[in-house]
C-alpha cells in the first residue's frame, strides 16, 4: 500500500463513500453509516429512490483485482446453485468491482438477519448441509489465484514477519518458534492426502446470519483452497460428549451432499494452531491502522506474547502426545470448552 493510498484508506470521509456509489450508478440520500468491519471499509448507504445499499472498500495491497474478481465468482456461483449468500450487485458492463483512488470497491444488497449465537440439534444437520453444497460448488473448479491454505502461507510467512519485524520478546522467541515448528509440522504430516478445494476459509458464527429464508453465509474475503474442515472448526464446539454429538449432527446433514473422513479431524489442532500465529501477524502488520490499537490495546504486551507463547506451547505439546500415542494430556488444556472467542481477540 502506497503511503498516500494509505492516508486516503484510513481516512475515507462520507463525501468520498457518497460520490464512489454515484459513480457506479446510484443516486443517494445521503445517509451514510459506516459499519463495523477492521480489515476492510463497509459502509450503509442511502438511496435516493429508497432502500439502502452496501458498499465495501477494499484494503489497498492486501487482494489484487484477480483475486476480488475470484472471490465474487465463487459468489455468483454460490448464488445460482440457490445457496443462500449475498452475491455482489452487477455494475455497468457486468462488472462487479470498480476503483477509486486506488481503492476497489464493490455494492452489495443490503440483507436483514440476526447473527447466530447457538446452534440447535435441527439446526446442525441444516448448517451441515448447506456447508457441504457451498463445498460441491467449492470442488468444482479451481482457483487460480487465491491463498492456499498452507504452512509456508499462514504459518512460515506471518512466523517470519513476526520475528523479523521484533514483535516477540527476545525471551519468548525461541519458545514461540519451536511450539510453531511442532504446529506446521503436524500439519504437514496430517494434510497428506487429504483434498483441497474453494472454501469459504472464516467460517465462524459472526459470518453466519438468520435471514426470514433461513442461514446465510456473508464475507467470503478470506475464501482460499483449503481442506473443509477448515470451515467446520470454527464454526462447531470440540473437546466434550455434548460437542461430540452436536458434530455428529452436523456430520449427518454434511454427509447427505458430500463425503466427509474422520480422520480429516486431525487438521483442526495444527489448523487451530496457524490460526493463532496468522492472526497475531495479521494484527502486527495493521498496527499503523489507527483502529488497530484501538481495537487490540493488549497486543504486544508481554502479557499478550506469555499468553500466546503458552498456548501455542500446549497446543503443540497435545500434538506431539497424538503424534506418539500417549493419552494423558495436560488437564488444564482438556477442561475448557474451545468456542470462537478463542480465536478471535476481539470477540473478547
Given at each position: 500500500m502506497e503511503p498516500g493510498e494509505t492516508e486516503f484508506y484510513n481516512r475515507?470521509?462520507?463525501?468520498?463513500?457518497?460520490?464512489?456509489?454515484?459513480?457506479?450508478?446510484?443516486?443517494?440520500?445521503?445517509?451514510?453509516?459506516?459499519?463495523?468491519?477492521?480489515?476492510?471499509?463497509?459502509?450503509?448507504?442511502?438511496?435516493?429512490?429508497?432502500?439502502?445499499?452496501?458498499?465495501?472498500?477494499?484494503?489497498?495491497?492486501?487482494?489484487?483485482?484477480?483475486?476480488?474478481?475470484?472471490?465474487?465468482?465463487?459468489?455468483?456461483?454460490?448464488?445460482?446453485?440457490?445457496?443462500?449468500?449475498?452475491?455482489?450487485?452487477?455494475?455497468?458492463?457486468?462488472?462487479?468491482?470498480?476503483?477509486?483512488?486506488?481503492?476497489?470497491?464493490?455494492?452489495?444488497?443490503?440483507?436483514?438477519?440476526?447473527?447466530?449465537?447457538?446452534?440447535?440439534?435441527?439446526?446442525?444437520?441444516?448448517?451441515?448441509?448447506?456447508?457441504?453444497?457451498?463445498?460441491?460448488?467449492?470442488?468444482?473448479?479451481?482457483?487460480?489465484?487465491?491463498?492456499?491454505?498452507?504452512?509456508?502461507?499462514?504459518?512460515?510467512?506471518?512466523?517470519?514477519?513476526?520475528?523479523?519485524?521484533?514483535?516477540?520478546?527476545?525471551?519468548?522467541?525461541?519458545?514461540?518458534?519451536?511450539?510453531?515448528?511442532?504446529?506446521?509440522?503436524?500439519?504437514?504430516?496430517?494434510?497428506?492426502?487429504?483434498?483441497?478445494?474453494?472454501?469459504?476459509?472464516?467460517?465462524?458464527?459472526?459470518?453466519?446470519?438468520?435471514?426470514?429464508?433461513?442461514?446465510?453465509?456473508?464475507?467470503?474475503?478470506?475464501?482460499?483452497?483449503?481442506?473443509?474442515?477448515?470451515?467446520?472448526?470454527?464454526?462447531?464446539?470440540?473437546?466434550?460428549?455434548?460437542?461430540?454429538?452436536?458434530?455428529?449432527?452436523?456430520?449427518?446433514?454434511?454427509?447427505?451432499?458430500?463425503?466427509?473422513?474422520?480422520?480429516?479431524?486431525?487438521?483442526?489442532?495444527?489448523?487451530r494452531g496457524l490460526r493463532f500465529i496468522h492472526y497475531s501477524a495479521w494484527?502486527?502488520?495493521?498496527?499503523?491502522?489507527?483502529?488497530?490499537?484501538?481495537?487490540?490495546?493488549?497486543?504486544?504486551?508481554?502479557?499478550?506474547?506469555?499468553?500466546?507463547?503458552?498456548?501455542?506451547?500446549?497446543?503443540?505439546?497435545?500434538?506431539?502426545?497424538?503424534?506418539?500415542?500417549?493419552?494423558?494430556?495436560?488437564?488444564?488444556?482438556?477442561?475448557?470448552?474451545?468456542t470462537n472467542k478463542d480465536f478471535f481477540w476481539d470477540l473478547n
Open positions: 475515507l470521509g462520507i463525501d468520498s463513500v457518497l460520490s464512489a456509489v454515484e459513480d457506479a450508478g446510484h443516486s443517494v440520500s445521503g445517509h451514510c453509516l459506516a459499519l463495523n468491519s477492521l480489515e476492510n471499509r463497509v459502509y450503509d448507504v442511502g438511496l435516493e429512490e429508497g432502500g439502502h445499499l452496501i458498499v465495501k472498500f477494499y484494503r489497498p495491497g492486501r487482494w489484487t483485482l484477480q483475486q476480488i474478481s475470484e472471490e465474487h465468482s465463487f459468489l455468483l456461483e454460490l448464488a445460482r446453485a440457490e445457496i443462500p449468500v449475498i452475491a455482489p450487485m452487477a455494475l455497468e458492463g457486468g462488472a462487479t468491482i470498480r476503483e477509486i483512488l486506488g481503492m476497489y470497491y464493490a455494492l452489495w444488497p443490503a440483507q436483514r438477519g440476526r447473527l447466530v449465537e447457538e446452534l440447535d440439534e435441527i439446526s446442525l444437520p441444516i448448517l451441515g448441509r448447506l456447508v457441504a453444497r457451498i463445498h460441491n460448488i467449492g470442488a468444482s473448479v479451481g482457483a487460480k489465484n487465491r491463498l492456499e491454505l498452507t504452512v509456508r502461507n499462514f504459518g512460515e510467512d506471518p512466523l517470519r514477519f513476526l520475528l523479523e519485524k521484533e514483535f516477540l520478546p527476545k525471551p519468548l522467541r525461541k519458545r514461540y518458534e519451536d511450539a510453531a515448528r511442532k504446529v506446521f509440522l503436524s500439519f504437514s504430516e496430517n494434510s497428506r492426502d487429504v483434498p483441497f478445494h474453494r472454501i469459504h476459509g472464516d467460517c465462524h458464527k459472526g459470518n453466519l446470519i438468520r435471514t426470514e429464508e433461513g442461514f446465510c453465509f456473508i464475507d467470503f474475503d478470506d475464501f482460499v483452497t483449503g481442506p473443509a474442515v477448515q470451515d467446520f472448526w470454527m464454526l462447531l464446539p470440540f473437546g466434550d460428549s455434548r460437542a461430540d454429538y452436536e458434530r455428529e449432527l452436523f456430520l449427518a446433514g454434511y454427509r447427505e451432499f458430500r463425503e466427509f473422513s474422520d480422520r480429516w479431524f486431525s487438521l483442526v489442532e495444527p489448523l494484527i502486527a502488520k495493521r498496527w499503523e491502522d489507527p483502529s488497530f490499537p484501538n481495537a487490540f490495546p493488549h497486543f504486544g504486551t508481554e502479557e499478550y506474547w506469555e499468553r500466546e507463547t503458552t498456548d501455542l506451547e500446549r497446543l503443540a505439546f497435545g500434538l506431539y502426545v497424538e503424534e506418539t500415542n500417549v493419552q494423558e494430556r495436560n488437564s488444564a488444556s482438556e477442561s475448557e470448552e474451545l
